[in-house]
């Protein structure tokens, strides 16, 4: 079964802090691995990320995958209070199937004045 | 910017209604996903839809479920007869090319079944 794990489960940090949220992953046949943030309804799509090593950048956000080590890891620097959200990782996956992406149960990011 | 569009926002369903949601997936996507989340759980993969037909469903999407794409613009989930554990948040997507492209998430149908 395709498994997903995100740690820590919950962080609250002052504005300006530099946070670190981790994802591994077990998934047979992965494609890719993507960072969402939730913070009512919908995930929004942060990054999606293919290739070992190539570090993804927007703004404050940058992210990583290891291929080798399966996992991933979500850096959010000098926070700020719109940054308090949920942090998804889901993993795509499928051979023959069309792709499913696996989620993680989330970090729940508060981040205080 | 386009985006998923679902409706309604918020249903409210007896215990052994049939209920369908509807989705319309941004207008060049190829490829139409539902998930669900219960309150306080995971984000949980439903099923995926390409080509008129099911490609994946997960072993939640049991005979109770049904997706349908009846108009090429809408994609619509059925569930026959609901039960109280169907309460969740309800969430299509859709992507435009199979693999290595994002997954565009609508805004959910939060579904009680009293």
């Known amino acids: 079964e395709d498994k997903v794990v995100q740690s820590p489960l919950s962080l609250v940090v002052h504005e300006g802090d530099t946070v670190t949220l981790n994802c591994s992953y077990e998934?047979?046949?992965?494609?890719?691995l993507l960072w969402y943030k939730q913070e009512k309804k919908a995930p929004t799509f942060l990054f999606m990320l293919?290739?070992?090593?190539i570090e993804k950048k927007s703004g404050r956000l940058s992210s990583i995958l290891d291929k080798k080590e399966l996992f991933s890891i979500l850096n959010i620097t000098a926070t700020q209070t719109g940054d308090s959200a949920v942090y998804l990782c889901?993993?795509?996956?499928?051979?023959?199937?069309?792709?499913?992406?696996?989620f993680g149960q989330g970090t729940i990011l508060t981040v205080h004045p | 910017e386009p985006e998923v569009t679902q409706t309604p926002s918020h249903q409210v369903t007896q215990m052994g209604q049939e209920v369908i949601l509807r989705c319309v997936p941004i207008?060049?996507?190829?490829?139409f996903y539902w998930y669900r989340q219960i309150l306080g759980q995971k984000v949980e993969f439903l099923v995926s839809?390409?080509?008129?037909?099911?490609?994946?469903k997960s072993e939640i999407f049991d005979d109770q479920f049904s997706v349908e794409r009846p108009d090429g613009s809408n994609f619509t989930l059925k569930i026959r007869s609901t039960k109280l554990e169907d309460s969740a948040m309800y969430f299509c997507?859709?992507?435009?090319?199979?693999?290595?492209?994002?997954?565009?998430f609508g805004q959910g149908t939060r579904l009680t079944v009293v």
């Open positions: 997507a859709s992507s435009e090319i199979l693999f290595y492209t994002e997954a565009f």
């Open positions: 998934v047979t046949n992965f494609r890719s």
């Open positions: 293919t290739s070992s090593g």
């Open positions: 889901a993993v795509l996956s499928g051979g023959t199937s069309y792709g499913k992406l696996t």
């Open positions: 207008s060049n996507h190829l490829y």
């Open positions: 839809f390409y080509n008129n037909e099911i490609s994946e």
